[in-house]
């Protein structure tokens, strides 16, 4: 796979990296909506340098909550903190890997979402026709695929249909990937991953944007531990 580097300027990358505003996080022109679900799953050119400079750009990983599950996501702190949408990532948020059905605590928690008043849509880089049973939630289609800037701005403009992405949060168990909501202005929250039937590469990037994230914001991370520890003790 050859990636042509044009779009981006002559400034060293670390000089990018601490500059201010995500302008580093801008999107790259190479990478296109594909079809083909082994390339959206497979390495982009914004992951290979989202996973190079998140060491160099903390603001970057920023998690705006970190919860054990995805129905420990308190919706009425969403709704009192003035969010208007939210994105929810699939394989390890609200399933394991490439799973075609989902526990029931899961669609009710997406209908507690709903009801109070949240527009939801599921966006992944994995397969997208599986959701089903998520009635009435639209699910992300055609847009670029995660951490690509642009996929998170056609996911809030098409299918949440709001402008404004300090509104909207992006749920997912991935800094490399679902974290690069943070790059397009939006609220990140971090689930911890459901283990499933990854790939090695998935699973090494996945953890080492944990690690990154672990190391600059380890208070965020205080509950989650301790739970980690009590489950290791019993």
């Known amino acids: 796979m050859i990636f042509h580097l044009n779009s981006l300027s002559r400034e060293p990358i670390i000089k990018r990296c601490f500059s201010s505003g995500p302008s580093f996080c801008k999107p790259m022109p190479e990478t296109t909506p594909k079809k083909n679900q082994d390339l959206r799953e497979g390495l982009t050119l914004p992951k290979i340098l989202r996973f190079f400079y998140l060491p160099f750009c903390p603001r970057m990983i920023a998690p705006f909550l970190v919860v054990r599950r995805f129905e420990d996501i308190p919706v009425d702190r969403l709704v009192d903190e003035g969010f208007k949408g939210v994105l929810l990532d699939a394989d390890g948020t609200l399933c394991t890997h490439h799973a075609r059905e989902f526990p029931q605590g ?83 929250i971090y689930v911890q991953p459901i283990k499933g039937s990854e790939g090695l590469v998935h699973s090494l990037t996945r953890y080492w944007g944990y690690l990154c994230a672990r190391f600059y914001f380890a208070d965020k991370f205080k509950g989650l531990c301790a739970r980690e520890k009590s489950a290791s003790d019993s």
């Open 106 to 188: 899961i669609l009710t928690h997406v209908r507690r979402m709903v009801d109070q008043g949240l527009r939801v849509a599921i966006y992944t880089n994995s397969s997208n026709n599986r959701f089903q049973q998520f009635q009435g939630i639209e699910v992300v289609r055609e847009a670029h695929a995660k951490p690509d800037r642009r996929g998170f701005e056609a996911a809030m403009k098409n299918h949440l249909r709001l402008d404004d992405p300090a509104k909207v949060c992006m749920v997912g168990d991935n800094f490399i990937t679902d974290g690069g909501a943070v790059a397009a202005g939006m609220r990140f």
